[in-house]
């Protein structure tokens, strides 16, 4: 969700236009349910164009592939002993 009515609460480039009642009413719409479920609060600042479009090379998706292939070859052989093949299948006596 944003941070206020108009947006820019907390924008860097543009003033936040809101005051702190409208900030106030606009964050009591959220239910007070949905919010008891989430314990995770993110500040994601606008991305400028420049940066989206930035065309500084990246890595090829065969590249990454290989990485990802690699990485799931040590686990496997990190987690066999114990007859499971990914984190998802570990136990709290696995973690030690």
Excluded at 19 to 40: E, H, W
């Amino acid at each position: 969700m944003r941070a206020c009515p108009c947006g820019f609460f907390g924008d860097n480039s543009r003033e936040c236009s809101c005051s702190v009642g409208d900030i106030k009413r606009y964050r009591q719409k959220i239910s007070g349910a949905l919010l008891d479920r989430m314990n995770i609060n993110v500040h994601v600042p606008r991305l400028e164009y420049s940066d989206i479009t930035n065309s500084a090379p990246t890595e090829s998706s065969l590249a990454i592939g290989q990485k990802f292939a690699a990485a799931r070859e040590i686990q496997y052989a990190r987690l066999s002993k114990y007859n499971i093949f990914c984190n998802a299948h570990m136990g709290h006596k696995h973690i030690k």
